[in-house]
């Protein structure tokens, strides 16, 4: 979808594993963002990027790491998984924060993390 | 920092039916304003998007939205709704000037009974 792809689509991992969520663009947007989907909570931000290696925290990072070491990458790691981060995880980008384009966001398709 | 009131978290109609979602914001200086809308099953895309100019912008598939300044709303219309637009509806909400990090609302359910 609009070159954004995340892996993986569906895990299911045990409390205290580490987790890793790739998501890749070949859109070669500046901004990348994570954001996790709950009911009743709609999507809340939890990391996002505005460049290569330059990364900061949303409203949810607690419990939460990122790293994007290339523009096309932007990882989010869950450094010991809890079952409070079952969710469903979408990566979105944008192109720019200026003029008519800006800070239109293209989602990808989603990773379903589910954590027992 | 801006938030987003979405006030109708689940709407039910019937289809022909015509439709409003309320979204207001808090925010006072210029802001960009979204409408996503995610099919069962599908990521979010954009429905429309007002930056400046006239205050009624229109989207895809028959939908339009109107900002309203004075009172901090840019609610979501559309005049007959269509099963195929059963669908979960966010409101989004970005400063102007150059931020780039949009705050979305909780989204609001919409069902279209054919």
């Known amino acids: 979808d609009a070159g954004i792809t995340q892996s993986p689509r569906h895990k299911v991992t045990e409390t205290g594993t580490p987790v890793t969520l790739r998501c890749h663009q070949t859109?070669?947007?500046?901004?990348m963002y994570w954001y996790r989907q709950d009911p009743g909570h709609g999507l809340r931000l939890i990391h996002y990027s505005y460049g290569v290696k330059d990364t900061d925290k949303g409203e949810v990072s607690d419990g939460y790491s990122v790293s994007r070491s290339k523009t096309e990458d932007f990882l989010l790691t869950l450094e010991s998984a809890t079952s409070s981060q079952t969710s469903v995880y979408f990566c979105a980008i944008s192109a720019t924060a200026e003029g008519s384009g800006a800070n239109v966001l293209t989602f990808g398709a989603g990773s379903r993390l589910t954590v027992l | 920092a801006q938030s987003v009131s979405q006030h109708n978290h689940h709407v039910i109609l019937s289809e022909a039916a015509s439709l409003e979602l309320g979204c207001n914001y808090s925010y006072g200086g210029t802001v960009n304003l979204f409408w996503y809308v995610q099919y069962p099953g599908q990521h979010l895309q954009l429905l429309l998007k007002y930056f400046s100019g006239d205050p009624l912008v229109k989207g895809i598939k028959g939908f339009e939205a109107e900002f309203i300044k004075s009172k901090f709303s840019f609610n979501l219309r559309k005049p007959s709704v269509q099963w195929s637009d059963t669908a979960e509806y966010f409101c989004a909400v970005n400063a102007g000037g150059g931020s780039y990090i949009p705050t979305f609302g909780r989204g609001t359910s919409l069902i279209v009974h054919p």
């Open positions: 859109e070669n947007h500046r901004y």
